[in-house]
Every structure is written in C-alpha cells, then in structure tokens.
C-alpha cells in the first residue's frame, strides 16, 4: 500500500496507474448508464475521487477493485439524479408510419451507442444492446450486483463490500436481477448469431444492405428483413414494425428518393452497424446522419435502430438543421470520417 501511495507523486504518475482501467471502467459506466456521455462524467468523476482518497486506499482489496467500487457508486449517485434510458422499442407502441416519424424527445431519455473497439468477445456480448437496454429496467442495486457478478465475476463477498451490504443480501439480489433480465432478452445473443453466421457472410449482408440503401431500393431492403422486423430512430420517440409498415416508411421517408445517401460498414455494441451520410448542400458533401445498428435474427434483419446524429426539422421532414460538428464529433468516436465526399 505504501508503495503505491509514495509512488504517485503528481498527476500523470496517477494516470499511468489508472490507464490500464480507464477502458473497462468506461464500458463498467456505460452499461450502468446506458450514455456514453453520462458514463464519460461518471469515469472522470471516479477518477477524480479515487485521486482525492489515494492516501485512504488501505490495500485490502486490489486497485482494481477499489476503482470499481468507486464507479459504481458513482454511477448509483448518477442514476438517483435522472430517469432510466430506453430504446424507442420499449417507450410506447409502434407508429402509423402515415402519421410521419413524430417529434424527437430529449436525448437523455434513450440508450445511447456504444464504440466497441477494442472489446475482446465476452465484453461484446455485453454491451449489446439489448442487454444494455434490459439493465436499465433494473433498480440501480440489482443493476450493479448483476454487472459486478455476472459480467465481471467478482466475488459475492466483494460486491457486498463495495455497495456495503450483506452477501445473502446481494444473492438475493442477484436473483432478482436475472429474472428480469431474462424475461427481456432474446433467446440467443448477437455475438453467437454473429459467431453462426461467420465474417464472410456478415460482410456480404452488411454489402446489400448498404447497396439498396444507396439505391434506394425498398424492394431490396424488405427483403432483408424478418416479418416482425422493427425500426426505430432515437432521439425520436417513434417506430414502426412489421414488413407492411416498414415498407410505408421507407417508402415515405428515407428511400422516398428525396435524399443522397453515402454509407460506410461500421461496429456499434458489438453488432454490425452501418454509417449513414447524406448530402449536404452548403458543406458541398455528404455529413454524418445516423448509424444504423443492425440486430440479426440468422441471415435476416430483425431490428434496425438508427441513431440520429442531427436534430429534425420535422416542419419539413426532406431537411435537416446543420449540425455537422455534433455528427462528425460522435462518428469520430467510433473511427469513422466526418464526411464522405
């Protein structure tokens, strides 16, 4: 314990201590938070904390798990403080896609995507996000108790110790916790889906469906999709499900040929993904718009959830207000381009 204390003599000693944590404390955060955004607070808060009570820190447990105790109790202060995230999915019943796409709601409200570069398999499988989007229906506790012991295995006497309770206490918890989120999540994961269907073919799906997007092709498109197929679009609140429906939307809206498109393969949650670019006027060329992350059911679409990176203009449902730092800065974040000319 001393040692490590007398060895952080100044900041950057305290970040070369830390680094090696920073990235799984981050997802840790996230799957907590649901928010990219409100996990990078919560890091940078658990950091400065573990920073002011370094000279505290008795050595009983292992750095490790001090951090972690640290950040989930920052994220359990985090959660106090503002409502559950959703997906679109799960926030109200599907839309007439007559109707148009609907006004968006404040982004706090959904789960937001997730760059999963550099997460090893296991990790992948748990930020999906139907499991991410499964926790946040958690109370807090259950929440962290099922993350702690079941996505990164600490013991139960360990999660007792960081959320100062009782280990029969955190069973019972953990119980809980797995009902519930049983109840929400399909029967296989993506990544065993991704796993079946093998690199090959993925590659060839992701392909066809970003050649009959740019074509607008809904023929093509429904084609790749599952009967009870659902699409969504956070931040806006509507969605629209089953082919018939979809058809309409895609046909009203995105594929109506009143857009230029330009799309990139991507990785979003550990699903494959699609970076969405369309044609800006004034730019002169084509800006981030959404990523399209894909939920597979065998070699078909089951769900598309489009994550819009621009604020409607929904007086006009053809244009989009400029908000092409916004869109190039979270497409930065997952190694893509600001804009594809």
Request: hydrophobic residues 45%; aromatic residues 8%; glycine residues 6%.
């Amino acid at each position: 314990m001393l040692s490590i204390v007398s060895a952080i003599a100044d900041d950057a000693a305290f970040a070369d201590l830390v680094a090696p944590f920073r990235g799984e404390l981050h997802a840790h955060c996230y799957r907590m938070l649901g928010s990219v955004h409100d996990a990078e607070d919560a890091l940078q808060e658990t950091l400065l904390r573990a920073w002011r009570a370094l000279a505290r820190f008795e050595g009983r447990s292992s750095l490790r798990s001090w951090l972690y105790t640290i950040a989930t109790n920052t994220c359990l202060n985090q959660i106090a403080r503002r409502p559950k995230r959703v997906l679109p999915v799960d926030f109200g019943p599907a839309t007439d896609p007559h109707e148009g796409p609907g006004r968006p709601l404040a982004e706090s409200v959904w789960v937001e995507p997730y760059p999963d570069a550099g997460l090893g398999y296991e990790q992948r499988e748990t930020v999906e996000l139907a499991f991410v989007a499964a926790l946040q229906y958690l109370p807090a506790r259950q929440r962290a108790v099922l993350i702690l012991r079941e996505v990164l295995s600490f013991s139960a006497a360990e999660v007792a110790e960081a959320l100062e309770t009782t280990v029969p206490a955190v069973n019972s918890a953990l119980q809980r916790a797995r009902k519930a989120v049983d109840e929400r999540l399909p029967a296989r994961s993506q990544q065993a889906t991704l796993r079946e269907l093998g690199d090959e073919r993925l590659r060839a799906l992701v392909a066809r469906y970003m050649d009959a997007m740019g074509r607008d092709d809904v023929d093509a498109v429904v084609a790749m999709l599952v009967e009870d197929v659902a699409w969504s679009m956070p931040p806006l609140a509507s969605w629209f499900g089953g082919l018939a429906e979809v058809r309409v939307f895609l046909e009203r809206g995105p594929l109506s040929g009143d857009w230029r498109w330009r799309h990139l393969p991507a990785s979003v949650n550990g699903q494959p993904a699609v970076a969405v670019y369309s044609w800006d006027e004034a730019a002169g060329t084509h800006l981030p718009f959404a990523l399209d992350v894909m939920t597979l059911e065998g070699d078909r679409i089951r769900e598309i959830t489009a994550f819009i990176t621009r604020t409607l203009d929904l007086d006009d449902f053809s244009r989009w207000p400029e908000e092409a730092l916004h869109g190039a800065l979270v497409f930065e974040r997952f190694g893509l381009p600001g804009r594809v000319e």
